[in-house]
RNA sequence: GACCCUAUCGUCCAGUGGCCUAGGACAUCGCCCUUUCACGGCGAGAACACGGGUUCGAAUCCCGUUAGGGUCGCCA
């Protein structure tokens, strides 16, 4: 049985969490978990004016927002440490002095540079294949510094030196990092040590086809975790981006992504980001997610809002409009008027209902029906409103409106009998003379 | 400019020489369902970049062109 595969996700902390940097990270997760082997989290923090804790944090949150765990890294410890590139200063100097003795360097103007063995150097890419790179010359191929006259690493070096350390076995990264690679295979062969195998991911743009940057909507794993999205549904998006289970289907569990997932299917072309579909497939997540999860991911956006829930009930007035969800930043707005007597009316939806000509009157038909009523429960009240209507006689929907915009202040909203039934007969009944009372004339 | 990658509906994917008069999904449009808003159901329009080969046969293989992306830093 051969050693476990070892993958690493290496970001820099620049302040925020590119959506194809956490594409990456998900794909090297994706192949660690496939291979039962281990996920690393490596921070590249050389340029050390960019960096701050906080934007050390973006990352970590970004990550385990996706619940995208490493094994090694930050907070998780491992036995090739430490995990930040600022610290392995000791490690540097060492390698370098190897390259030093060994004649690969050369001092130019105060930096250190590597001088490229002048030929072809191939690469055997997981998903592009072989590629041959030519360093013939210097006007090709010019040499490579590693070092600057200050002493600080350049990303080339410390990333090859890093990954010998951490024992990474397979490297999956952005396309941009492809004509890279041939620079960083002479690294390894200057030091003796075994390369690990490569995989380029084609980048993300926008929809239109640019280059995905920071302002970009989309752009930020934040923008997903503060615009209300699931993560699991987010995650589920960012598999699709360049690969595909091969039977047409879209929703899956991140379980089954796993047990599938593998770099020869993944697509060579460069994936254009769209939102809208991102949307649909957080929406279908949102509607098919048990009760117990939906309520966990709601209750933030509903303390945020001001409102106070909890209790059995809750789940109830969620359940109501979970199908028509589609962000979670919605539920609040959608949900309001359960939580506090003092919801306001709809200027639109009065003028349409209640002043209508005997829009009131119907409503206090209602009341009546409704106040005499023993059970309390959404068949009853269909019914008993039918029979109302019938009576009248007028049309339900005569019956419905006024009784909605009474009941909750507005002209859209979850289905009227389920809504009532969950408000409960006390709270209708008030509502329903209160609205009486506040448009009668 | 040089080098590298890529090229199927607007977008994401399926398609690895015959099953393709190219399939699914999002988006768009229409119809149905319906108390509102949604969900859902049904249906429509919509693509193999172009030109040469190879082959009995090409979306699939080869070459060229074009287009898009990437790299060419003492950024990562």
């Given amino acids: 049985m051969s050693s476990p595969v070892r993958l690493r996700f290496a970001p820099s902390p620049t302040g925020y969490l590119h959506v194809g940097g956490a594409r990456t990270a998900l794909f090297n997760w994706l192949y660690a978990r496939h291979h039962r082997g281990r996920f ?53 100097e060492r390698y370098f002095q190897r390259l030093q003795s060994s004649g690969h360097l ?77 620079k960083h295979l002479q690294i390894y062969e200057a030091l003796g040590a075994t390369p690990p195998r490569f995989g380029h991911i084609p980048l993300i743009l926008n929809k239109d086809g640019s280059k995905m940057s920071k302002r970009d909507q989309g752009a930020s794993v934040t923008s997903y975790i503060e615009g209300g999205y699931a993560p699991e549904a987010v995650r589920n998006y960012l598999c699709l981006l360049g690969w595909s289970p091969k039977d047409d289907r879209e929703v899956l569990s991140i379980e089954e992504v796993v047990s599938r997932f593998d770099l020869a299917h993944v697509h060579r072309k460069g994936a254009h980001f769209d939102l809208a ?10 509607q098919h997610m048990p009760m117990k999860r939906y309520r966990e991911l709601a209750a933030p956006w509903l303390a945020k809002a001001g409102i106070e829930a909890g209790g059995p009930g809750l789940e109830a007035v969620l359940a109501l409009e979970k199908m028509k969800v589609t962000h979670l930043s919605e539920v609040p707005g959608r949900v309001s008027f359960f939580f506090t007597e003092d919801y306001p009316y709809d200027p639109e939806a009065v003028e349409k209902t209640l002043r209508k000509p005997g829009g009131l009157d119907r409503l206090a038909q ?48 979850p289905s009227l009998y389920h809504m009532l039934e969950v408000l409960g007969k006390p709270r209708v009944l008030a509502r329903f003379q209160r609205t009486l009372a506040r448009f009668g004339a």
């Fill in 106 to 182: 050369y001092e130019d103007a105060g930096a250190w540079r590597f001088r490229f063995h002048r030929g072809e150097v191939k690469v055997d890419d997981l998903i592009c294949g072989e590629i041959v790179f030519d360093f013939g010359n210097v006007e090709i191929a010019p040499d490579m510094t590693i070092r600057r006259p200050d002493g600080s690493w350049i990303f080339h070096f410390v990333n090859v030196v890093d990954d010998i350390e951490m024992q990474i076995t397979h490297v999956i990264r952005g396309e941009d990092h492809l004509s890279n690679t041939p």
């Fill in 277 to 286: 579909k991102c949307d649909w497939v957080n929406a279908q997540y949102l």
């Fill in 40 to 92: 690393i989290l490596r921070i590249e923090d050389t340029d050390k004016e960019r960096n701050t804790a906080a934007a050390v944090q973006v990352i970590y949150d970004g990550l385990r927002w996706l619940d995208l765990n490493w094994d090694e890294g930050p907070d998780a410890g491992g036995d090739h440490g430490p995990y930040f590139q600022s610290e392995r200063e000791a490690i540097y």
């Fill in 366 to 413: 209602l009341a009546a029906a409704y106040s005499a009523l023993e059970a309390w429960d959404a068949a009853t009240l269909e019914a008993t409103l039918k029979e109302t209507a019938a009576a009248a006689p007028c049309k339900p929907a005569e019956f419905i409106h006024p009784a909605r915009v009474a009941a909750s202040g507005r002209s859209i909203g």
